[in-house]
C-alpha cells in the first residue's frame, strides 16, 4: 500500500523549531551566556579527553552530578532528576503530571514550551492571563481557579520568561498551600535573580523547582538541566524519562563546571551591571518603554516592533527576539545580555533608528533601514516569525 496514515490530530498547525545557526555578528536572542566555558576548563577537558570512555554508555540517572547538586543544596541524590536541558524535564513533567483528561494552569505571556507540551501530550491547558500592564500574575484568579479541584499541573517561570519578573514569594506559598497540583517553579534563571522557593520545598510536597546550566553557566551547547523535587515526585519522573537522554559527555563537563561554579560569579556581576546599561539606555529613547527584569534579557515595547526587529538584523547585525504577535506581547522584543560590546552596538543601533524614526515622521522620508529583499537569517518562514517554539 502506497498511503501514509496522518499523524495525531494534535500536531494539526504546530511548526517545528528550525534549528537555524544564525550567522549574525550579535545574536542577542537566546538568553545565552555571551562567555564560553572559563580557560581552566576547557583546558581540564581537553587534558583529559584521551582517556574519556566515549564507547560507554551513560549512567541513566547521571549520578555523580546528581550527588553534588544534591549536596549543595542540602538534598538527598533522590531529590533530584538531570535531563536533556530544562526542556526535556519539562515535557517529563507534562507527561507523568498532564495527559488525556488532565489539566495544566499556564499563566500566559510566558514561556512557550509548557504550552507546546501541553498540546504534544494532550493536555488540556487553562490559562489565566497575567496583567497587561506589568504582567503580574492575576493571584486571585490563579488561587481560584486551582480551588476548583480540577487542575493537575502548574507552570510559572520564576522570574518569568520573556517578561522578566518575579511574583511576590507570598503568592507561590500561598499557591502551593490552596492545591494538591504538581507545582514547577522555574527557576531557569535563578543564577541572576537569586530568588529561590528551595527553602519551602519541607512543607511542600507538591513543589518541583527546575534550573538550568545553559543560562549562567555557558552550556546552552550541551542540553543539561536538573529538577528539585520530592523523591516521589523523581520516581514517578524517572518511569516517563528517556533513560539515556544526558549524554556521558555533557555529564562530565556539568559536573566539572558545577563544581567550579563560583569561577562564574564575577561574570553574573559584570551581566547584571549590563543589564542595568541596557535598561537605562532603553529608557533613554523616546518611544521606547523597557520592563525591569530580574533575569539576562529585558523585554522592551516600541511601536511597530516588527520593523525595528528587522532594522536591527538588516542593517545592524543585530538578532533579538521578535515577540510582537504572542498574544499580551503586542510591539515587544526582548534583548538577551551580552558582552559590553554587543550591549553598545545594540543600544547605538536602537539610538540610530529611532533618531531616523523621528526624522521621517517629521519629514515623510523613508530612515535608515534599507534592507535586503533577502532575510539571510529569517526568510519568511523563521521561527520567530511563526506560531512555535523559542528559547
Ligand atoms: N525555562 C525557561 C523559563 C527558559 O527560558 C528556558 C530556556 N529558554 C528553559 C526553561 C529551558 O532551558 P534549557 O532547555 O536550555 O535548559
Request: negative net charge; proline residues 6%.
Amino acid at each position: 500500500m502506497a498511503g501514509l496514515r496522518p499523524p495525531r490530530a494534535e500536531l494539526g498547525d504546530l511548526v517545528p523549531y528550525e534549528a537555524k545557526e544564525p550567522t549574525v555578528e550579535t545574536n542577542l536572542s537566546a538568553n545565552e551566556n555571551p562567555l564560553n566555558l572559563p580557560h581552566e576548563v576547557i583546558a581540564t577537558i581537553a587534558a583529559r579527553l584521551p582517556e574519556f570512555a566515549f564507547n560507554r554508555y551513560p549512567d541513566p540517572m547521571s549520578g555523580t552530578l546528581r550527588t553534588a547538586i544534591a549536596e549543595a543544596n542540602g538534598l538527598d541524590a533522590g531529590n533530584i532528576l538531570v535531563g536533556n536541558g530544562g526542556d526535556e524535564l519539562i515535557f517529563d513533567l507534562m507527561l507523568a503530571w498532564g495527559g488525556p483528561g488532565r489539566k495544566l494552569l499556564n499563566v500566559p505571556p510566558t514561556f512557550a514550551m509548557y504550552g507546546l507540551d501541553a498540546r504534544m501530550t494532550g493536555t488540556e491547558v487553562v490559562e489565566v492571563p497575567r496583567n497587561a500592564k506589568d504582567f503580574s500574575i492575576d493571584e486571585k484568579a490563579v488561587l481560584a481557579r486551582v480551588k476548583e479541584g480540577d487542575i493537575d499541573i502548574v507552570m510559572i517561570a520564576h522570574p518569568n520568561n520573556p517578561t522578566g519578573n518575579l511574583q511576590p514569594e507570598t503568592f507561590l506559598i500561598d499557591l502551593l498551600e490552596a492545591t494538591d497540583a504538581l507545582v514547577l517553579v522555574d527557576e531557569a534563571y535563578f543564577e541572576f535573580s537569586r530568588h529561590t522557593m528551595r527553602p519551602h520545598m519541607a512543607r511542600h510536597r507538591n513543589l518541583v523547582i527546575l534550573r538550568t546550566f545553559s543560562k549562567a553557566f555557558s552550556l546552552a551547547g550541551l542540553r543539561v538541566g536538573y529538577l528539585l523535587a520530592h523523591e516521589e515526585v523523581i520516581t514517578e519522573l524517572a518511569k516517563v524519562r528517556q533513560p539515556y537522554s544526558v549524554d556521558r559527555f555533557s555529564q562530565w563537563v556539568a559536573g566539572m563546571v558545577f563544581r567550579e561554579r563560583v569561577v562564574f560569579e564575577s561574570q553574573i556581576q559584570e551581566l547584571l551591571r549590563q543589564r542595568d546599561v541596557v535598561e537605562h539606555g532603553l529608557g533613554q529613547l523616546p518611544g521606547v518603554h523597557a520592563f525591569g527584569s530580574e533575569a539576562n534579557f529585558v523585554l522592551f515595547r516600541v511601536d511597530r516592533a516588527s520593523a525595528v526587529w528587522r532594522d536591527l538584523l538588516h542593517s545592524y547585525g543585530v538578532l533579538v527576539r521578535d515577540l510582537s504577535r504572542e498574544p499580551g506581547l503586542e510591539d515587544c522584543l526582548r534583548v538577551s545580555i551580552g558582552s559590553s560590546k554587543d550591549n553598545k552596538r545594540f543600544l547605538e543601533a536602537m539610538a540610530e533608528l529611532m533618531a531616523s524614526r523621528r526624522e521621517s515622521d517629521m519629514f515623510g522620508t523613508t530612515g535608515v533601514a534599507q534592507h535586503p529583499a533577502e532575510n539571510p537569517v529569517a526568510g519568511p518562514g523563521h521561527a520567530s516569525e511563526k506560531k512555535g517554539r523559542r528559547k
